[in-house]
């Protein structure tokens, strides 16, 4: 079965920093969706990606995803303390019925310092 | 937009007895919605997905009879937690599709289960 793996786990850096999280699948991906989640609440959608070597921007947060459509990463440039919360990646994937789902990458904790 | 809410935000309930969490898409309609569970700092799990006018698939591991959900129209899907026991507390979260691949989530549910 498909797994994605996201690293870092945590990270904690000052505000103003840049940053990268990654996420790594197993096997191709054909839809990969970042999301941002703050602690006890639902899941914000960040971007989805589809194509080998696509990119998007949204503010100061670009996602991109490899040629080879195994490896995505997220990358936000000059943090700030809104930035804060976990980042998931989700992959398409088949559900026990043969229908779509996603699976999920364990997330990454960001903190941004003032 | 893609709205869904979901009710109660939270919830407190007593060993036994049945609690019911309902996610609605405010804003469009959707015929496939998810239910996931999370536990503090982890990823989300699969539940089950929710199909209009039909039987909800589980995922592996997942008692049907204890976690039974309903998707009597195109807007809403309940989840139903049967005699509740402390370890079902956890946060609830429901999703949504608008018929492309982009999940929208609810603001999730935490059930504590005394």
């Known amino acids: 079965s498909q797994e994605l793996e996201q690293s870092p786990q945590s990270l904690i850096v000052q505000e103003g920093k840049n940053l990268t999280i990654n996420c790594t699948s197993s096997?191709?991906?054909?839809?990969l969706y970042w999301y941002k989640q703050k602690y006890g609440e639902g899941l914000i959608f960040l971007m989805m990606l589809q194509k080998g070597g696509e990119e998007k921007s949204h503010e100061k947060i670009t996602a991109k995803l490899d040629e080879k459509k195994q490896q995505s990463s997220l990358h936000i440039t000059a943090s700030q303390p809104s930035h804060a919360g976990i980042y998931l990646c989700?992959?398409?994937?088949?559900?026990?019925?043969?229908?779509?789902?996603?699976?999920w990458g364990l997330g990454t904790s960001l903190a941004v310092n003032p | 937009g893609a709205v869904v809410s979901q009710h109660p935000s939270r919830v407190i309930c007593k060993s036994g007895t049945s609690v019911k969490i309902e996610c609605r898409s405010l804003?469009?309609?959707?015929?496939?919605m998810f239910w996931y569970r999370q536990f503090p700092k982890q990823s989300l799990m699969l539940m089950a997905t929710?199909?209009?006018?039909?039987?909800?698939?589980?995922e592996q591991g997942v008692e049907k009879d204890k976690f039974l959900i309903n998707h009597a129209s195109l807007t809403l899907s309940t989840l139903t937690v049967t005699s509740a026991h402390p370890e079902d507390s956890s946060f609830y979260i429901c999703s949504a599709g608008k018929g492309g691949e982009t999940q929208y989530f609810g603001p999730g549910t935490r059930l504590l289960v005394l």
């Open positions: 929710s199909n209009e006018g039909s039987k909800a698939t589980y």
């Open positions: 096997k191709t991906l054909y839809g």
């Open positions: 989700g992959a398409d994937g088949i559900n026990a019925g043969n229908n779509r789902k996603l699976i």
């Open positions: 804003d469009f309609q959707a015929t496939t």
